[in-house]
């Protein structure tokens, strides 16, 4: 079974603080985010709402658009989320459903 990895952006609430981050395991990543266990800085934040992720066969590739993202403005990051998600839904419930 090929692996998949992804880039997922969490935040705190519509418009409110954002975490860009990259995973082999979306699921298990946002569980460890809502559960306190992933960075430190979702846990100091409250972002534990996952609104958007982008799939990726290579780990490189995952890998450098995440960097790209992160050093992306706020307002690029939220037109992303805005696209994808227009109602900043918590993508979470839809991972395993």
Known sequence: MEQTYHV?????????????GVTGDLA??????RSS???????????????HAEAFADVSEAIA?????????RAWK???IEQGNPQWLDLYDRLNG
Do not use: D
């Not at 298990?28 to 985010?33: A, D, G, N, T």
């Not at 658009?65 to 403005?73: D, F, L, P, S």
């Open 8 to 20: 997922y952006i969490l935040a705190s609430g519509r418009n409110g603080t954002l975490y860009t």
């Open 28 to 33: 298990h990543r946002c569980s460890q985010h």
């Open 37 to 51: 266990q992933g960075a430190s800085f979702t846990k100091r934040y409250g972002v534990h709402r996952l609104v």
């Open 65 to 73: 658009r995440e960097k790209a993202v992160k050093k992306w403005r």
């Open 78 to 80: 939220l037109e992303l």
